[in-house]
């Protein structure tokens, strides 16, 4: 077997390509698909016409749950190659063999649109990749982005409603163009950092093989040794970075909103693949505290300056899915599935995220057996005494369902780590209960002033005037709030300009937020501030 593809051809695929009796879904094949089965030329139609039944009650529940965030996306499956061992740093078998490939489904999304939105929003973009390795899946769930809008995945359904169409009537789809998600900003200014990357062309790539990925978090890689390392992941794209211009993405979008994907489509279906080499910067555990900042800050990147990006291997994606919703729409991706040799950091943001993915899909999948689905099982054996539920398409053998027995048939038994088993890494942990972070989490703002002064000058004028357009969609109120509490604490000139494009008064450069980042418990104070 080559890759997943392969594997789902050879055991899943019912082929509609070829002719084939009709049949119902117990086998029966049928005459008559056009007209149901009535009492007379003008009477009702029967209860009994079983085929009119079983097809109108498969189509009544044809829809599942789009996804509660990131609902609109594209797959694609390819394969990962490694260029060289990164034993040092990992004892992850896809991570240390070059040679190997290992199968990988890739699922490109918009974040804030629902599933029949447009390609080219101005939004972020999920960039999440399930290496089918020997040693189970591993998931990067990632973005085009390097940060996040939040430090703590406490906020993440507050940001969530604010950044979806506002409740009441269901307006506007486009995410960053209406007051409740500037409301939501400009009073959790942790934002700033990602919001600057969101009013600048990275959130309107021009192709989804033309755009940067990343982990965004801090995770750890652990070597055969026990040695830990902290590291983030990189996607770069070989095809080089590239975006539209505004005018570009509102004009595509008015005549094709399946520009992206209808791109990488045709594209695949031509030979010509999308690649893109994966990047680590590595931390050594001893490290952990010479940044100026907190690496577990996940609204914080490392400047690459400081930590250059290792390219240490090759993703091609080149195969199309021949079925979106049992592929791209049924997939399920977890930042908590993880190989031995990759491990979790505290980042508060990514211990949330290990809670949340599971649980949505849980309903959005039906139940408990999700992982049985073909585009999410594993493709090396999986073994373990869960039984039942919705959905379960495994016969198991067996008398038992237990551990520890000591009857015949029951198989699973745990490996230890030399076996190949995992094992979590030794983190030394020690504390109180408290609900702040380190304090270097209270500084919102240096890295947005970072951001923006690594632009050039044309990318700066993108993102004043996508400041400008989007803000001078909101209410008045909320234009003064989000360049009090966000601008005026990133840059003068940028104040300037915004304010006099939306028609308010710049504030003063010593106006105080109305967002209190002293607190620990990051509270909102003074709510009266004038401009
Ligand atoms: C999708 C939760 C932060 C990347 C999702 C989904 C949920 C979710 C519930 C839908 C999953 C599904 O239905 O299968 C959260 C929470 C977060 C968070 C609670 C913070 C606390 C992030 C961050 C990233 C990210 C920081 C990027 C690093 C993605 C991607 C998807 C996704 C790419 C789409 C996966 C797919 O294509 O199916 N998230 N998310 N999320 N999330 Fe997050």
Redesign the pocket.
């Known amino acids: 077997m080559s890759g997943k593809k392969d594997e789902l051809n050879q055991r899943d695929t019912i082929d509609n390509t070829k002719k084939a009796p009709l049949t119902t879904n117990q086998g029966l094949p049928v005459s008559e698909d056009e007209f149901s089965l009535k009492a007379g030329e003008r009477g009702p139609t029967l209860m009994e016409d079983f085929h009119f039944r079983e097809k109108m009650t498969h189509f009544d529940h044809e829809r599942i749950p789009e996804?509660?965030?990131?609902a609109r996306?594209f797959g694609v499956h390819g394969e990962f190659e490694v260029y060289e061992s990164l034993e040092q740093y990992t004892k992850a078998k896809f991570l240390t063999e070059p040679g190997r490939k290992t199968p990988v489904f890739t699922?490109f999304?918009t974040v804030a649109g629902s599933r029949g939105s447009m390609d080219i929003p101005r939004d972020v973009r999920?960039?999440?990749t399930k290496f089918y390795t020997d040693e189970g899946n591993f998931d990067l769930?990632?973005?085009n982005m390097p940060v996040?809008f939040?430090q703590d995945?406490i906020k993440?359904p507050d940001f969530v409603h604010a950044v979806k169409p506002e409740p009441h009537n269901e307006m506007p789809q486009a995410a960053s163009a209406h007051n409740t998600f500037w409301d939501y900003v400009s009073m959790n200014t942790e934002s700033a950092h990602m919001v600057m990357w969101l009013m600048s062309d990275r959130a309107i790539p021009k192709s989804l093989s033309m755009m940067e990925g990343?982990?965004?978090?801090t995770f750890r890689l652990v070597n055969a040794e026990g040695k830990s390392h902290f590291v983030k992941f990189h996607w770069k794209p070989k095809d080089g970075m590239h975006s539209v211009l505004w005018d570009e993405a509102q004009m595509i979008n008015g005549k094709n909103i399946d520009f992206n994907r209808q791109t990488l489509w045709e594209n695949i279906e031509k030979g010509i693949p999308a690649e893109f080499e994966l990047g680590l910067q590595i931390i050594d555990e001893n490290d952990e505290f010479k940044m100026d900042f907190d690496i577990l800050d996940?609204t914080k990147l490392w400047p690459e300056e400081d930590v250059p990006v290792q390219i240490v291997g090759k993703m091609t994606l080149n195969q199309n899915v021949d079925n979106y919703f049992a592929e791209t729409e049924q997939?399920?991706?977890h930042p908590g599935s993880v190989v031995p040799g990759i491990d979790f950091s505290n980042d508060p943001?990514l211990q949330?995220?290990l809670f949340?993915?599971t649980d949505?899909?849980l309903i959005?999948l039906g139940g408990p057996n999700f992982h049985q689905i073909p585009i999410n099982r594993p493709v090396c054996p999986f073994s373990n005494n869960q039984r039942d539920g919705y959905g379960q398409m495994s016969i198991h053998k067996g008398q038992t369902a237990h551990h520890i027995n000591h009857m015949n048939d029951n198989q699973p038994e745990p490996l230890s780590p030399k076996e190949g088993g995992y094992e979590h890494y030794h983190e030394k942990v020690e504390g109180r209960k408290i609900q702040a972070r380190s304090d270097s989490f209270k500084d919102h703002f240096s890295q947005a002033k970072m951001f923006l002064n690594s632009l050039s000058k044309h990318e700066k004028q993108h993102l004043y005037d996508a400041f400008s357009f989007e803000l001078g969609k909101c209410d008045m109120e909320i234009r003064e709030l989000a360049i009090n509490n966000l601008l005026n604490f990133i840059d003068r000139d940028l104040t300037e300009y915004v304010a006099d494009h939306v028609g308010v008064a710049a504030p003063s450069e010593n106006n105080e937020s109305t967002y209190d980042k002293s607190s620990p418990a990051l509270s909102m104070t003074n709510t009266n501030f004038s401009l």
Do not use: D, E
């Not at 996804?67 to 990131?70: A, G, Q, T």
């Open positions: 996804r509660v965030v990131h996306g699922r999304s999920g960039f999440a769930v990632g973005n996040f939040m995945a993440f990343f982990g965004v978090h996940p997939v399920a991706f943001l949330g995220r949340s993915y949505t899909q959005r």
